[in-house]
């Protein structure tokens, strides 16, 4: 198994939302991409932020912009937040018409491209499109809401995408959001995963930053 160093992703859900820049900068130098949820109150009951916000905090920030669109018809939006900037855009495969041409689309409007596979989608259907993709994420708890228990039987879903991974040599990183913490982290790295986002678990500690680092350290590698 050839895995790189791990990334962190502090997850803003967790962050005070009227706060959203400093609590950006509390994780600079220590994160290396900032995970934003976007939620429309239509593919999860939950309601967030959308591209304005996005645009403005974006600019406020240097950290690489990790969006994760939990949104329906991620066709008509997701293009925006490339052209915001966002390092990378990934949308939900449940919600998608045609994945690979939005991620050509997102490729093409500057932005890698990920593909989300929420808790009751199997992952074995998607795993030919990885080529089109830069990162997988792999959801560990169902999308909606921060604060969830960690489900350690996903993992089976990250073993089978390292597989994948790995005999088609690709370049993807394979990305694991809900439940991760110091407790969490080194099971999902052992599956395979080498992105990691933690929302609670950085944005509830009093010190965000060394949070990064614990789980960093944690991770194992
Ligand atoms: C939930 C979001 C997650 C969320 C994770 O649907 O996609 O990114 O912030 O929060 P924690 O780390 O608290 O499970
Ligand atoms: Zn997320």
Redesign the pocket.
């Known amino acids: 198994m050839s895995v790189p160093p791990p990334i962190i992703a502090p997850?803003?859900?967790?962050a005070d939302f009227a706060r959203l820049a400093e609590e950006a900068r509390a994780v600079e130098g220590a994160a290396d991409w900032l995970?934003v949820?976007v939620?429309d109150n239509h593919f999860?009951p939950?309601l967030t932020i959308g591209l304005p916000v996005v645009q403005s905090l974006i600019k406020t920030s240097t950290l690489p912009f990790d969006v994760?669109l939990?949104i329906e018809q991620p066709e008509r939006w997701s293009i925006g937040y490339a052209e915001a900037g966002a390092y990378n855009v990934t949308f939900h495969v449940e919600a998608a018409d045609d994945p690979v041409a939005l991620a050509k689309n997102l490729r093409a409007a500057g932005s890698r491209a990920g593909l989300a596979i929420d808790r009751d989608t199997p992952v074995e259907p998607y795993l030919e499109l990885l080529p089109h993709f830069d990162t997988l994420?792999i959801?560990?708890?169902?999308?909606?809401?921060?604060?969830?228990a960690?489900m350690p039987e996903l993992l089976d879903k990250v073993r089978a995408a390292r597989r994948q991974v790995d005999a088609g040599h690709l370049e993807l990183r394979i990305e694991v959001?809900?439940?991760?913490?110091r407790d969490t982290i080194e099971a999902a790295a052992e599956a395979g995963a080498d992105a990691f986002?933690?929302?609670?678990?950085?944005y509830?500690s009093a010190d965000p930053a060394a949070a990064v680092r614990a789980l960093r350290q944690a991770a194992g590698r």
């Open positions: 997850s803003i859900l967790a995970h949820d939620m999860v939950n994760h939990m994420l959801m560990t708890i169902k999308a909606g809401f921060g604060g969830q960690f959001d809900g439940g991760i913490a986002v933690a929302g609670t678990a950085v509830a």
